[in-house]
């Protein structure tokens, strides 16, 4: 398992480190990059998350609005269903019909997949069974969701219809019941949320069996429930690896099932599959690491001051570098003797710059980025202590 270094279990009284008024760039904050966190607790180098105008809700009679960044897939309008094929014949347009801005199954016309391929995302899809009861068990409102064309979040009207329940509608099916039955009326529009992760194999070994959580009218129903291989038809699924992507397939399982409003995102790479999300594994870690000390560096080189100086002590928390840690301590020490021959009179004028010094040297110290023989926090405290501004 990986390790973590003393540096980041140091609770947060120890570090006694109070947020400045306006916040600086770096990771002078917080718990510096471990061997598994590539930034800082609280980094203001960490890329800020990207602007989404989020959408609206649907009702009954409206579809609501996807948001901003969804790839739409199905919008209520003929022309989308140009984005579908059929699955058996996937040359040919699909038989399915578009019947008063909703994408209708017909009974007996087969499968339908999404022309677009996509793997780990946000899927939002909307469906309603025939208002008009017919069928038991299986055989009532039956259709599925099938991510990647491979594993199927049932749709089914079990409103009042009892069967098995790892087949009732949100059941990740073969697999997994719904936590909870929370079906409208059939004829009503359902609304599906779903996450879904496929499975991360490397090197022929399970890394993550991939997992569905699904909201059904906003009630959880899957809670990040493993894959298991997908489930299936009467025989027992196992992890297995899966392609990186699929199509979306609809299942014609002979009932007139309407879907609208059909969008979905791509969801950020876990951490096991090469992403940065939370704990990385070490070497990935170092790598990403390197990368933010690099480009710290390269910044450094076009600044000037103090705060090419901040820019070089911030990027040895990222990475060790002797020539960078040489200049840095060298130009903290100049900077101490600038200061200490400035006019008592001008010192005010200096405190904002010294006590932003202060902040990183005794971050860097704190956490070992500077050696401990290196005395520049103690010189700078009395330079503090010397002019009264220590609470
Ligand atoms: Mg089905």
């Not at 469906?127 to 009532?140: F, M, N, Y």
């Amino acid at each position: 398992m990986f390790t973590r270094p003393a540096a980041a279990i140091v609770p947060m009284c120890v570090l006694a480190f109070t947020a400045p008024a306006v916040l600086a760039d770096g990771p002078f904050y917080g718990a510096p990059p471990d061997a598994t966190h590539p930034w800082a607790v609280h980094d203001m180098n960490r890329p800020q998350p990207p602007l989404v105008k989020p959408g609206t809700f649907s009702t009954q009679d409206h579809p609501g609005r996807p948001p901003s960044d969804a790839i739409i897939l199905f919008d209520g309008t003929p022309a989308s269903l140009a984005k579908w094929e059929s699955d058996k014949h996937p040359s040919q347009p699909t038989k399915w019909v578009v019947k008063n801005s909703t994408l209708q199954c017909v009974p007996g016309s087969g499968y339908i997949r999404s022309k677009e391929e996509f793997g780990d995302c946000q899927l939002h899809i909307e469906w309603a069974a025939p208002s008009k009861v017919e069928g038991t068990s299986q055989g009532r409102g039956n259709s599925g969701v099938f991510l990647m064309g491979l594993t199927e979040i049932q749709v089914l009207d079990n409103y009042n219809n009892p069967t098995y329940p790892d087949g009732t509608a949100g059941a990740l099916y073969g697999v997994n019941p719904p936590h909870a039955n929370a079906l409208r009326a059939p004829g009503q529009w359902q609304i599906y949320d779903i996450i879904f992760r496929r499975p991360i194999f490397k090197d022929g070994k399970l890394l993550d069996s991939g997992s569905y959580t699904v909201m059904l009218n906003g009630v959880v129903i899957q809670d990040a429930t493993p894959l298991e291989g997908g489930g299936g038809h009467q025989a027992r699924s196992h992890d297995r690896p899966m392609p990186d992507k699929g199509p979306l397939k609809l299942q014609d399982h002979g009932n007139p099932v309407r879907y609208r409003n059909i969008w979905y995102r791509q969801l950020p790479a876990r951490a096991v599959d090469g992403g940065d999300m939370g704990a990385m594994p070490p070497e990935a870690a170092t790598a990403k690491k390197h990368q933010i000390a690099t480009t710290l560096r390269e910044d450094a080189a076009k600044l000037q001051g103090l705060a090419k100086l901040r820019r070089q002590m911030e990027s040895l928390c990222y990475a060790p570098d002797a020539a960078t840690l040489a200049e840095s301590q060298a130009g903290v020490t100049a900077w101490i003797a600038t200061v200490k021959q400035t006019p008592a009179g001008d010192m005010e004028a200096k405190k904002a710059e010294i006590m932003q010094m202060r902040e990183a040297v005794n971050y860097m110290t704190h956490f070992k980025f500077f050696p401990d023989e290196f005395t520049a926090k103690s010189q700078i405290d009395t330079i503090i202590e010397g002019n009264g501004w220590k609470k």
